[in-house]
Each structure stands twice: as C-alpha cells, then as structure tokens.
C-alpha cells in the first residue's frame, strides 16, 4: 500500500499553474505584438503619426521664430 502511495504523480499546486498561465499569456501578448508591429495598418498608422509630427514641430519652430524676432524688435524701439 505505501508503494501506492508513493507512485501517485504529484499534484501541481496552484502556484505551479498560476506560472504556466503567467507564462503562456505573456508569449501569447508577445506573438500577438509581433504580429501587429508587422502589420500594413500599423505601418501605416506610423507613417501618418510621423508625418503629422513633422507637421506640427516644423508649425512650433516657425512660431517660435516669430516670437524671437516680436521680441526682439520690441526691446529695441
């Protein structure tokens, strides 16, 4: 009987199947970003950002430098 006993496979605690989980949710996440990085409508959707960025630091540089020039023909009168 005690060699009965002794042949059960042992049982996975909750922590052991807690971590599996972990662990097969964050390759399912990483397959999942893979997929997406490489994707045509992210690529687009980067292209778009990146251009209405250029747009808008190019927009803030002409301000500023009519800023600079206001100021600078004001201090002057």
Do not use: C
């Not at 605690?13 to 390759?27: G, H, M, R, V």
């Not at 397959?31 to 190019?58: C, G, P, Q, W």
Request: charged fraction near 45%; charge should be neutral.
């Amino acid at each position: 009987m005690e060699n009965d006993e002794n042949k059960k496979p042992e049982e996975k605690t909750f922590q052991d199947k807690a971590e599996q989980w972990i662990d097969k949710a964050e390759e399912f996440v990483d397959d999942t970003a893979d997929k997406i990085h490489e994707s045509e409508t992210y690529r687009k959707a980067n292209k778009s950002v990146e251009n209405a960025t250029k747009k808008l630091f190019r927009k803030a540089g002409k301000l500023w430098g009519k800023s600079e020039h206001y100021f600078k023909s004001r201090d002057t009168k």
